[in-house]
Structures are given as C-alpha cells and as structure tokens.
C-alpha cells in the first residue's frame, strides 16, 4: 500500500501503471465475477433459487448445507481483499471527503449486506434471494464505477 | 490517516466479523467442536459411513489456507501500526500468537491421521484461539479508530 504514502501519484512514472494493472485487474475480476455466478450459480432471483434449494420438473438437487457454507466462506474472503485493495486506491485518488465516503460506505455495505443476505435466504426465508440479486448488482456496479473513477484520475487529474 | 480509510478499516472489520461467523458455521457443520466429532472426520468413522482423510485429500484442503490464514493475518494485523498498539510487547504477542494458532489450525490435521491423536484437541483450541484473537484484535482496531 505504497501508493497511499506517495505524494504526487499522476507524477509517478512507476506507481501509475502498477495500479493502472492493479485496477483493470480489479474490473476484470469484477465483470468476470457477474458473468461466471450466471453461468454457475445464478445472478437473477429465478436462477438463485433454482442452484439454491433445487427444482424437481428439472431434476436438479438442492444445494447441500457444507456445499453453500464452503461457498459463502469463501465469496466473504475474496470480496473482502477485492473491496479494502479498491477502496484504498480510490480513496487515495479522489479528493473530496464527504462524496468518496458514501459511496465507499454504499459500495461496502450493499456487498456486506448481499452477503448477510444469501446466508439468511439458505436458512430463514427465500425472499432474501430478492435482496441479495439486488445488492449483488448495486455493489458491482459501485465497484465498476470507482475503478474507471480511479482510472480516469489516475491519468487526468495532475493535482493527485 | 483520512477519515476515509478509518471507515475503509471499519467494514473490512465487518467482514472478517462476517468471515469468523461463517468459518465457525463451517467448522461446526463440518467437523464438529467435539474430540470425537473432529477424530471421526479425520480418521473416518464406520458406523457414521465416514470415509478417513487421505493426507493427499487434506493437502488439497490446506493449500489455499495457507495463503489465506497468510495474507488475512498480515493485513489485519498491520492496521495495528497506525494505532497506540504499535511496538507494544501486547502487540507482538497478538502477531506471534495469531501466526501460530493459525499454523497449528492449519497442520494438526496431518498430526491426526499421522497417529497424534492428542491433535484433535490442538485442532479445536487452535480454531477457537486463532478465531477469538481476530476478533479481539478487530475491536483492538475499531476501538482505537472511535477513540483516537
């Protein structure tokens, strides 16, 4: 996290591509992530509750409690490294405090809350399918925003 | 440090609140908190139709622990240095006992299906141990962003 201790990052003839790279990798975890959940797990309520709790006309099982818990540990662990990586470098880039506060604050939340969301859709009711498919799209579209954001600054912007 | 990264270190907290949650669900699912729930997963089990653990089929498992008990541990620990608890003797001993109970955690099961037995109690103290000190150390945090 060097780059947060650099003053003059849009001056920096190393730093700038390192997190040019860091960033266009992010965007495509991000976009890739939406795309392998619709082909594998579902991204649309329908589809979530069909990978979720099975559906007999189509003979396919349910998914079995260890399967979901192993997948949900691991979805936290990732979106969390994925998100603290994003938010220091979009919090290092822009400038003002009150606006990259809440959209770091919708972008962390609306992630915590989709997963809070698919844990308590498996175990208490199928209606957080709803808000997790909800939350799911929001926060990606947050994360996609505050890359290009980042990106835009990082060669724009001479005064960060 | 900005007010922005305080609230940037405050839900990455949440989360690893969130990841301790979801690790001890999957560890009680899975395993179990007793010795004989935690031997039985291990060394297999006849009468529960449980197949014994192959040190192949645990590497599989270990593998990407390592690097995730690794890089987990390090970032949070490292926010310790922006706070009062820099180069304290309670902050080195937070840093050696975490990495330690998470190597334990992370190794006991080949001392299991090795002959150890005992292991299986290592098992479940290092679990408790390395899940108890991230959240003791994640209110070590949001403690001193509230404060300081």
Known sequence: ?160 | MTKAYKYAIVYFLLFSLLLVISGIMLFEHKIGFSAQGVSEYYLGSEEKFIVAKSSAGILKIVLPHIFAFALFSMVLLHFLIFTKHRDTAHSKALIYLLFSSAALEIFSPFMIIFGAEFFVFIKIASFILFESLVVYIAWLLFNSIIKD
């Not at chain 1, 591509?17 to 991204?43: A, C, E, M, Q, W």
């Not at chain 1, 994003?86 to 962390?108: E, G, N, Q, Y």
């Not at chain 1, 969301?117 to 498919?133: D, H, M, P, R, T």
């Open chain 1, 1 to 160: 996290m060097k780059f947060t201790l650099i003053k003059k990052l849009s001056q920096d003839k190393s730093m700038r591509p390192i997190l040019t790279g860091l960033l266009l990798f992010t965007l495509l975890y991000i976009l890739s992530d939406v795309l392998v959940k619709y082909v594998n797990f579902g991204v649309f309520p329908d589809a979530i509750n069909v990978t979720l709790f099975g559906d007999e006309e189509q003979y396919i099982d349910p998914l079995s409690t260890s399967a979901f818990l192993e997948f949900w540990h691991v979805e936290i662990f990732f979106i969390m490294m994925i998100l603290l990586t994003l938010s220091a470098v979009f919090v290092r880039v822009s400038k003002d405090d009150t606006s990259k506060i809440i959209l770091l604050s919708a972008l962390m939340i609306c992630a915590l809350f989709s997963l809070i969301s698919l844990v308590l859709a498996f175990f208490v009711a199928k209606i957080f399918v709803l808000i997790y498919s909800i939350l799911f799209f929001i926060w990606h579209a947050i994360a996609v925003y505050m890359i290009l954001y980042s990106l835009g600054k990082l060669y724009y912007d001479k005064s960060i």
